[in-house]
């Protein structure tokens, strides 16, 4: 059931696109895969560009999350404080993960769809004329050429040294775009761990990639090396001296304080700073609420 | 926190993709080989690239031998893997074409190879085997998926004289070869239909279709039928690759034809079953509408006795339909049998089905029913 429904909405429109895209590129599939991941990557611009700015409201706050998390021992006002924060500077953190919520199932169908696309037996091309709509355009593209630069598509990673290849440059642009992604804590220890993950992930992501078809490579490789685009033209590349081309939202009142002035941020809270008189608690008060 | 939490969503849902893409099934090469008769004896193949040979009786059948023999070390590297197209019985020997390892030449008697070594010979060819082999003269044929072409001599498993390399067309080989005069037809995976000299592989002619042709059936010397995924069912002429008739399915034709003087009957994956004349050229429907199978995919070949087309559809459901007029006059389903793709072959009057699941069944126009014949002794 659930088989048939993740076909019906994903699936089967997923395999005829690339279909599609692969007859309107010459009957080259890996052009069709390149085509179909920068077409995604447009379309879900908005939502990328919605990131970019969470990520920056988030990374503004950060020092004002420390000072909070330093200044409240009691868990659950840490948590009211730093909820009031996030309302307050206009940053959601489950916005930055959005769109790699859409990009999973995308990842998912896409695996799959390779896998139907390019059938590794005759078997499994008399199954594919069950997932391709009955347009005479798509019927005239297949079978469709499982060659790209030399490379089979439909192959593991581990099959051949061509699949290495894409193992290493799956691990090689994981890493880059990890390392192009501006950190948002300021904690040491999570620094430490995120250190540790932008090592791990490449490396996992490397491994997963020896099990992989060469054509779900291609698609993570391409689709990785947009988003190390978009992270230089967010955040820039220090390093080489160049600065980002997207700029900054304007950010909310307490976000651009704590932009502005962080030496304010470190010591006040983020009601404080916003009605420094207002009816949030004093600290007298939350001290009594200590246990 | 942010890049680390989304980072980790990602490799979770990597982890969990092998359960996900289980629901979309991708499947392995398992074979479609027809069943073949010589004397009393029958050759099945199973699902899992085996061969074999089995003494029949009214509905038993007795394993003579089976190859590769899982009980002789020699045959424990062979991974056939799969066989698509007919064993072909010659002489004292079987030729039989495997997916992945090759093509062997056995002995009848007891099943064991003649020539290749005891790990196959696909190191000697580039791609795998699709279809079957054909013989001309003292010289065998074969294509492969990467689109070439063998000529071997049957007695030795040698490049023949003017096939010392092999010949390459455009896209890949599935269907197995037809042999028509000097010429060996072939069709491949790009639409292409290429008639090929016999002595030295150089090309007489060529016809293109815009659809891949994965099976060829001979319908006289002089006609050819040619289905294609583009939905088209093309008859050609042997002698020059022009078409005679041009007839257009509602969906996909992969699947052999049952002919019966200049009449043709098949199946598409819709589930229709088409009766065509080509006595006067062209392509004229015998019925006013094709028969229709619950809307299940027809890849087996028909077969017809008498004056009743045998169809096997997927589920797999067995129908009689009147060659006359199309008109269903039975349909029997058969039981955990797995599926049918390989084509029905006829013999005394009677209709053999061969299932994925290597069972045999016996479809019995005149009585309308199918019978099981209960294979023993077969290695699977």
Known sequence: MIGEIFSLILLNPLVNLLVLLSHLFGDSFGLAIIAFTILIRVATFPLTLRQIHATRSMQAIQPRIQEVNKKYSDPKRRQEEVMKLYRESGANPLSCIGPFFLQIPIFMALYSAIRIALPNSPEALEKLSSHIYGWSYLQHALPLEEHFLGFDLRSNGEASIAGYIFVVLVGATTWIQSKTTVTTTTDERMKQQQQMMNIMLPLMFAFFALSFPLGVSLYWVVNSSVQIGFNILTYGLPAFGIEPLVKARTAPVGTQAALSAPEVAVTTSARELRTPNGSGRSKRQNRRRRP | ?380
């Open chain 2, 1 to 380: 926190m942010v890049n680390f939490r989304r980072s980790a969503i990602l490799a979770m849902a990597l982890l969990f993709l092998p359960l996900l893409s289980s629901c979309v099934s991708v499947l392995s090469p398992t074979g479609w080989a027809p069943v073949v008769f010589d004397g009393d004896t029958v050759y099945v193949t199973t699902s899992n690239g085996h061969l074999s040979a089995l003494k029949l009786e009214r509905d038993t059948a007795t394993a003579l031998w089976t190859f590769p023999d899982e009980n002789r070390d020699e045959d424990k590297k062979l991974d056939t893997k799969a066989i698509y197209g007919a064993p072909v019985v010659s002489g004292d020997r079987v030729y039989l074409a495997s997916f992945q390892a090759g093509v062997f030449a056995l002995r009848k008697e007891d099943g064991r190879p003649i020539w290749s070594s005891s790990s196959g010979n696909a190191n000697k060819l580039d791609g795998d085997i699709p279809g079957g082999v054909a013989l001309a003269g003292e010289n065998l044929f074969f294509g492969t998926t990467e689109g070439l072409v063998y000529g071997w001599k049957q007695a030795d498993g040698t490049p023949a004289t003017g096939w010392e390399k092999p010949k390459r067309v455009a896209g890949g080989v599935w269907a197995t070869p037809i042999v028509s005069g000097d010429h060996l037809i072939v069709a491949t995976m790009d639409g292409g239909l290429h008639a090929l000299s016999l002595a030295d592989g150089s090309v007489r002619w060529s016809f293109d279709v815009s659809g891949a042709i994965a099976e060829l059936t001979k319908i006289s010397d002089e006609y050819l039928f040619v289905p294609s995924i583009n939905r088209h069912a093309y008859i050609i002429r042997t002698k020059d690759g022009s078409v005679a008739g041009d007839f257009r399915a509602k969906d996909w034709i992969w699947t052999g034809a049952a002919v019966q003087g200049l009449k043709v009957y098949f199946g598409d994956f819709g589930g229709r079953v088409y009766g065509l004349d080509i006595t006067n050229s062209g392509t004229v429907p015998i019925w006013r509408e094709p028969a229709s199978l619950s809307d299940e995919r027809v890849k087996a070949g028909a077969a017809i006795v008498e004056d009743v087309v045998v169809v096997v559809d997927r589920a797999p459901v067995v129908s009689f339909i009147s060659a006359k007029d199309g008109s269903v006059l039975n349909s029997v389903p058969l039981t955990d049998a797995g599926t049918v793709r390989a084509n029905v072959v006829t013999r005394d009057g009677a209709a053999y089905i061969a299932t994925t699941k290597g069972k045999l069944f016996r479809a019995e126009p005149a009585a309308r029913k199918v019978v099981e014949i209960q294979l023993s002794g077969v290695k699977k």
